[in-house]
Nanobody, 132 residues
Framework: EAALVESGGGSVQAGGSLRLSCVAS????????????MAWFRQVPGEEREGVAS???????RYAGSVEGRFTISQDNAKNTLYLQMNSLRPEDTATYYC??????????????????????WGQGTQVIVSS
């Protein structure tokens, strides 16, 4: 499993922007698992972890409806880094944001997926606070 470390969280006023980064280290373990999904999730106390955006090794992307048009997920494979550009932030975006990843022999149906149960590697989280 890959080790994931998020950074870039902080406090911002509504309407502002932040860019989160997730640096991956280690390896996939099985060299024949050449396909992957990576994603950003967020969670507030007392709530379930929700998918925000995901991307797969083909470059396909998926977004939660609440962030569509405001957030952009991207990756830089040379730097082993996943990004989440967050624009037009709203107070309801306040949460701890987590990076997640999973390697596959073949991409699953509907890839990229955006369910927490589909991922097996997780970062420690980075806090985002949006004030009105």
């Amino acid at each position: 499993e890959a080790a994931l470390v998020e950074s870039g969280g902080g406090s911002v006023q509504a309407g502002g922007s932040l860019r989160l980064s997730c640096v991956a280290s280690g390896n996939r373990g099985d060299r024949y698992k050449s396909r992957y999904n990576m994603a950003w999730f967020r969670q507030v106390p007392g709530e379930e972890r929700e998918g925000v955006a995901s991307i797969d090794s083909d470059g396909d992307r998926r977004y939660a409806g609440s962030v569509e048009g405001r957030f952009t997920i991207s990756q830089d494979n040379a730097k082993n880094t996943l990004y989440l550009q967050m624009n037009s932030l709203r107070p309801e975006d306040t949460a701890t944001y987590y990076c997640a990843a999973k390697w596959f022999y073949a991409l699953p149906y509907g890839s990229p997926v955006l369910s927490a149960t589909d991922f097996d590697s997780w970062g420690q989280g980075t806090q985002v606070i949006v004030s009105s």
